[in-house]
């Protein structure tokens, strides 16, 4: 009786284990638990998008330009364009979660080197470290959540995807508020700011070679950079693990909804025009946005004239319309389409960036940045479902990290433009009006974009197929 009993005991231990590893499964493999993860992971990569508030401290630290300060962010976002396509591409073979650990690692490793190095070797050092390496990693890591979502959530692309996308936006609003609160940072920023404005009264030039700034507020903007590269790998390599594909099914009785008859690869996207002229949509939008957020808080100051503290507390609170425009023009285009979403991206940034000169009001300039950053982001969160639509799920990695090599030669034009024309003039008003023209110009791209007219059948036999609703529930498992 008593070893029936224990046998009894053990098989309830045994069934009870049994139910809490099938819950666990179950959580982790959720759709919804996959994409909060991968916009967890996304927050860590879109830290990115808080250059600006190191760009006044380190050429105040280091006697810089502009120029020289915004080439390491438009390297960063040159170099991500890079590591989205061989990111994209390696994700297709080797899964997501390899390749978001590389990229993340590599993001990680910049920042970490930025920091350790900056003050001994220069520029250059930042270059290779922020710029080239940190930039790579971020692309190889942006491209890994964006197309798993799009697998999990063939009916609702563009939701989810803004969903992941607005991770990345809203890390920078999240590492902006923790940056300022730093008591030595902010001291170095406050010190940065009083240089700035003795220059400009001055018209004068620093030394490069020397350090402007006192050591310790060398140290306390370099620190940062250090610091955050270990919280960076901790927190993303953590949210990394939740990344998947759906359940593959290969046979040919059902065809997927995330595959629309259509899995065109890199090289057949490349031979359509249609390709062309979403690359270029994304180009000029992101140029933009992009001439703002690099420049964010030494242009607010211009417009406004107020205290660099004011300013960078102000466009902290701005920035979360860059998360919030992913995921709502994402949601927006699920119901009137991508391309019409498009066309509205464009129409309205063409009148923020035309009045944004003349105001100089704090509540009027940041309703010309959020705007223009609730656009940026409605960039993101809109292209993804295009990508899958026109071209389809299957290879949406690398047919993704092609289209996102706008976004890195865009990284380069904008800040660059931004930079030299305040080299050259001492402001960044005259940056402003010819982008307003670009923009108009763009609005007529969408309305010419016509979805590529369908190839030969795609083949039922041995093609894989993701069915993350079919095969979820089928399988008794919550979606």
Not at 59 to 65: D, K, N
Not at 346 to 370: N, T
Not at 443 to 466: C, D, F, T
Request: include cysteine; glycine fraction near 12%; aromatic fraction near 12%.
């Amino acid at each position: 009786m008593l070893q029936t009993d224990q046998a009894n005991a053990g098989l309830d231990a045994g069934m009870g284990k049994t139910a809490v590893q099938t819950t666990a499964s179950s959580v982790l493999d959720n759709r919804w638990t996959i994409a909060v993860g991968g916009a967890v992971f996304m927050m860590t990569l879109g830290t990115i998008y808080s250059w600006s508030l190191f760009a006044q401290p380190l050429l105040a630290c280091f006697g810089w330009s502009s120029t020289t300060v915004t080439w390491t962010f438009a390297l960063a976002i040159f170099s991500l364009g890079t590591g989205a396509v061989v990111g994209g591409r390696w994700q297709d073979k080797v899964g997501p979660r390899k390749v978001a650990l590389t990229g993340v690692l590599l993001w990680s490793l910049g920042n970490f080197l930025a920091g350790l190095g900056t003050a001994h070797f220069g520029a250059g050092w930042l270059y290779l470290t922020y710029g080239l390496v940190g930039g790579f990693g971020v692309g190889m890591g942006y491209v890994t959540p964006v197309a798993v979502v799009t697998k999990w959530f063939p009916e609702r692309r563009g939701l989810a995807g803004g969903m992941v996308v607005m991770g990345f936006g809203l890390g920078a609003v999240i590492y902006n508020f923790v940056v300022r609160s730093i008591p030595s940072f902010a001291a170095a920023a406050q010190a940065a700011a009083d240089y700035s404005a003795q220059v400009a009264a001055a018209q004068a030039t620093q030394n490069p070679a020397v350090l402007v700034l006192a050591q310790h507020h060398v140290s306390a903007v370099l620190d940062v950079f250090l610091y955050s590269g270990i919280a960076f790998a901790v927190l993303a390599g953590v949210s990394a693990a939740f990344l998947k594909n759906p359940p593959a099914e290969s046979h040919g009785d059902t065809i997927a909804p995330s595959s629309d008859a259509v899995a065109r690869t890199t090289r057949e996207m490349l031979r359509t025009p249609q390709f062309y002229l979403l690359w270029l949509m994304l180009f000029l939008n992101v140029t933009a946005g992009i001439l703002v957020i690099s420049n964010a808080v030494p242009m607010m100051q211009e417009l406004t004239s107020l205290t660099p503290a004011m300013v960078a507390a102000t466009y902290g609170g701005v920035a979360l319309f860059n998360a919030l425009g992913r995921f709502f023009w994402g949601a927006i285009s699920d119901r009137i389409g991508s391309v019409r979403t498009f066309a509205l991206i464009f129409g309205i940034q063409v009148v923020a960036f035309g009045l944004m000169d003349g105001i100089h009001g704090l509540f009027a300039v940041a309703a010309a940045y959020a705007i223009v950053l609730l656009c940026f982001g409605g960039g993101f969160g809109t292209m993804p479902s295009i990508i899958a639509e026109y071209f389809g799920a299957r290879h949406m990695g690398a047919n993704y990290g092609a289209i996102l090599t706008a976004w890195g030669v865009a990284g380069v034009a904008g800040p660059l433009f931004a930079a030299r024309v305040k080299d050259a003039t001492g402001s960044y008003a005259g940056a402003l009006l010819p982008v307003a023209c670009m923009l108009l110009g763009a609005v007529l791209l969408p309305l010419v974009l016509r979805k590529p007219k369908p190839s030969s059948p795609v083949s039922q036999g041995g093609e894989i197929k993701y069915l993350p609703v079919i095969v979820g529930r089928a399988a008794g498992r919550p979606d």
